[in-house]
């Protein structure tokens, strides 16, 4: 198990950006995919983006592309989300998660693909 800890949320008005940051500890860094998911209220969880083991290669939900940036920094073993242009429906909680491993070709998507959560930091979005 990977223990992971989030950072970075809070209020921002519509258009503007918030940097999200998930420190983990556990498991070598480098062995597994990583990825963010959200839950708004009274909706259920989504993927938001995803990054594989080696930081090569990255997915976005068709919701975030082009504003939300995921990358990992190993020498520090964090992981960023870099939201710009905000919506107010991006208002949710935001869930940092570790890929039960690395998944070696592809990024992990699904919930079932993730062993290790954080324990969720609120990001605000007002119009």
């Known amino acids: 198990q990977v223990q992971l800890v989030e950072s970075g949320g809070g209020l921002v008005q519509a258009g503007g950006s918030l940097g999200l940051s998930c420190a983990a500890s556990?498991?070598?860094?480098?062995?597994?995919?990583m990825g963010w998911f959200r839950q708004a209220p009274g909706k259920e969880r989504e993927f938001v983006a995803g990054?594989?083991?080696?930081?090569?290669?990255?997915l976005y939900a068709d919701s975030v592309k082009g504003r939300f940036t995921i990358s990992r920094e190993y020498a520090k073993n964090t992981m960023y989300l870099q939201m710009n242009s905000l919506k107010p429906e991006d208002t949710a909680v935001y869930y940092c998660?570790?890929?039960?491993?690395?998944?070696?070709?592809?990024?992990?998507?699904?919930?079932?693909?993730?062993?290790?959560w954080g324990q969720g930091t609120q990001v605000t979005v007002s119009s």
């Open positions: 998660a570790a890929a039960r491993g690395p998944y070696y070709g592809r990024t992990p998507r699904r919930e079932y693909e993730f062993d290790s």
């Open positions: 556990g498991r070598t860094f480098s062995t597994y995919a």
């Open positions: 990054i594989t083991w080696s930081g090569g290669t990255t």
